[in-house]
């Protein structure tokens, strides 16, 4: 059976405070897609991830020097460069960043609770750091899918029925 990697969960804003369980919410999210999508590691490896709870301005600086894009948005992923030389510790999957007042934004715009838009957003960056992506239609739909699978045990709605994309 696959182990639930190590969640660190780093508070960087204030702003997240006022979202009462935030990090629970983050772990459950990180715990929940774990179980599908971690078979490709060996049985039994031990995993890490840190999630950055972080504002809009420290993102759109992150946005801007990764990824040219000078603007903030809900969620940053960074993978692991590289797995670790066996036995020389968990392997670190990489850390997803996820911006305060634009996952507020878009929860307040799509009526959703905040807790279930901060739950895709972890699941969503944590399939990122594993190579999901949605760079193609085909691509989108099978890392959709998953999402809607893994949220639903959350009990959390299907996001893809309010929008078009994470």
């Given amino acids: ?58 993102i759109q600086a992150l946005n801007r020097q990764w990824r040219g894009r000078d603007q903030p948005t809900n969620v940053l992923s960074f993978p692991s460069p590289s797995p670790q030389p066996s036995g020389t510790g968990p392997r670190l999957l990489g850390d997803v960043i996820i911006a305060y007042e634009t996952t507020a934004r878009e929860a307040e715009a799509r009526g959703l609770p905040l807790g279930h838009h901060l739950a895709h957003l972890a699941v969503h960056g944590f399939l990122h750091l594993l190579g999901y992506d949605h760079e193609s239609d085909k691509e989108a739909e099978a890392m959709e899918r998953l999402e809607r699978e893994i949220l639903a045990r959350l009990d959390v709605p299907d996001p893809y029925a309010f929008h078009d994309g994470a």
């Fill in 1 to 58: 059976m696959t182990r639930s990697p190590a969640v660190d969960v780093v508070i960087d804003s204030p702003l997240w405070n006022l979202v009462p369980g935030a990090k629970p919410v983050v772990r459950r999210a990180i715990k929940a897609a774990a179980t599908p999508v971690l078979e490709h590691l060996q049985t039994g490896s031990e995993s890490e991830v840190a999630i950055v709870l972080t504002d809009d301005a420290a």
